[in-house]
């Protein structure tokens, strides 16, 4: 499924990482979190930027990055192989990207 992401300016760190530590904090205080609880585009987009790069995971994160369009799919696989490169923080980010994408195919879904 084509998820989308609102174009515009992408979060700043900053507010990547707030926001990032506060839906992360949301989800674990509940027993069953709704997909809906997830980042903002702006967060999605920043965490993007943050992990493209030339290997074949990253160009499908700056593809998304660049137009705010993917595959929901191949958006997953790729924040998926990232995660096995990042640092604890970063495997948290594309957590939260991961839990991004669900929640707009949970939302086109319905």
Not at 15 to 22: G, K, L
Not at 65 to 82: K, M, N, P, T, Y
Request: aromatic letters at 6%; one cysteine or more.
């Amino acid at each position: 499924m084509i998820v989308s992401a609102r174009l515009g300016v992408p979060a700043s760190e900053d507010q990547r990482i707030a926001e990032t530590s506060q839906v992360l904090d949301r989800r674990g205080a509940l027993k069953h979190p709704p997909v809906s609880l997830a980042v903002s585009d702006a967060v999605a987009l920043g965490i993007a930027n943050l992990f493209r790069s030339p290997t074949p995971s990253g160009q499908v994160l700056e593809r998304f990055f660049r137009h705010g369009v993917g595959d929901s799919q191949e958006l997953i696989e790729a924040a998926q192989v990232e995660q096995g490169y990042a640092s604890p923080e970063g495997h948290a980010a594309l957590h939260c990207f991961i839990g991004w994408v669900r929640a707009q195919v949970h939302r086109q879904s319905e």
